[in-house]
C-alpha cells in the first residue's frame, strides 16, 4: 500500500455540522487518535457536509425518499443522510447496514440522540446477504452511499445489487476513492470505480480531498438528465 493521505478537517466552524449530535461529538475533536474514539471511522468534515447537501439537493422534494447506506459504523454519516432527509420534509426512511453488532449499537445510540431514529431503520448483517433481501422490499432507491468493506468486490458487489432499484437521477456516493494500492494488490474502491466506467455504466466525478484514510469521494449518476 502506498503511505495514507489524510484530508479530515478539525478547524472549521462546528455550527457547519447539520445536526446537534454531531457538534457534541466534534465538539473537542483536534486530532485523527481523538476522532476515531468519537466518531469512528465516518467520513469526517468536510465529508459530512458533502454527503448532506448532496443529499438534500438530490431527492425529490414532491415525495417520499429512500436512501439505502452500507457501513454504518457508529452513525454520523447516517445522521447527515437522515437529517438530509428529514429536511427535505415528505417522509421516508433511511437504511443503513453494519456487519459488527456491538457497533451497530452505539450507531443506534447516536442515532436516537440525534432524534432521527424515526427516519433510520437499522440492520445488522453483511451487506452481499441483507442487501438483497432488503431490495427485495424496496421498489427504488434515490440515493446510496457504499461506504462498507472497500475490497474492490465488495464495492463492485453493493453497485451491482442497488443498480437495478435506482431511480431516474439517483446518486451513488463512494467513499475511499483514492488509489492507495500498489499494482499488485487489491484495488479496492479505485478498482471498482474504474470497472464501472470501462464497462460504461454511467458517470463519476471524483473529489480527492475529502475523507481520511483513505481519502477521496466520488459521485456516480446513470445520466444527468
Known amino acids: 500500500m502506498k503511505d495514507p493521505r489524510f484530508y479530515r478537517m478539525y478547524d472549521y466552524d462546528r455550527a457547519l455540522l447539520p445536526n446537534k449530535r454531531l457538534r457534541e461529538l466534534e465538539a473537542d475533536v483536534h486530532d485523527l487518535e481523538t476522532a476515531r474514539q468519537r466518531t469512528g471511522a465516518s467520513i469526517g468534515y468536510p465529508g459530512w457536509g ?11 422534494p414532491d415525495r417520499v425518499n429512500t436512501l439505502i447506506e452500507t457501513g454504518t459504523n457508529h452513525g454520523c454519516s447516517s445522521i447527515v443522510l437522515a437529517q438530509a432527509l428529514a429536511d427535505r420534509g415528505q ?3 433511511l437504511h443503513t447496514i453494519e456487519i459488527d453488532a456491538e457497533v451497530a449499537e452505539i450507531a443506534r445510540a447516536n442515532i436516537q440522540d440525534a432524534g432521527l431514529e424515526a427516519v433510520v431503520q437499522q440492520h445488522v448483517g453483511a451487506s452481499r446477504e441483507v442487501l438483497p433481501q432488503l431490495l427485495d422490499e424496496i421498489t427504488q432507491i434515490d440515493l446510496a452511499f457504499l461506504d462498507g468493506s472497500h475490497a ?3 464495492a463492485l458487489g453493493e453497485f451491482e445489487l442497488v443498480l437495478p432499484k435506482l431511480a ?6 463512494f467513499d475511499n476513492t483514492y488509489a492507495i494500492a500498489e ?3 487489491d484495488q479496492r474502491v479505485y478498482g471498482a470505480l474504474n470497472e464501472i466506467l470501462t ?5 463519476v466525478i471524483n473529489l480527492p480531498y475529502v475523507s481520511w484514510y483513505t481519502p ?7 445520466a444527468p438528465f
Open 199 to 203: 464497462r460504461g455504466e454511467g458517470h
Open 168 to 173: 431516474a437521477g439517483a446518486l451513488v456516493i
Open 152 to 154: 474492490q468486490v465488495d
Open 216 to 222: 477521496g469521494v466520488a459521485i456516480w449518476q446513470r
Open 91 to 93: 417522509g421516508g426512511v
Open 50 to 60: 458533502l454527503i448532506y447537501q448532496l443529499a438534500l439537493c438530490s431527492l425529490d
Open 183 to 185: 499494482p499488485h494488490e
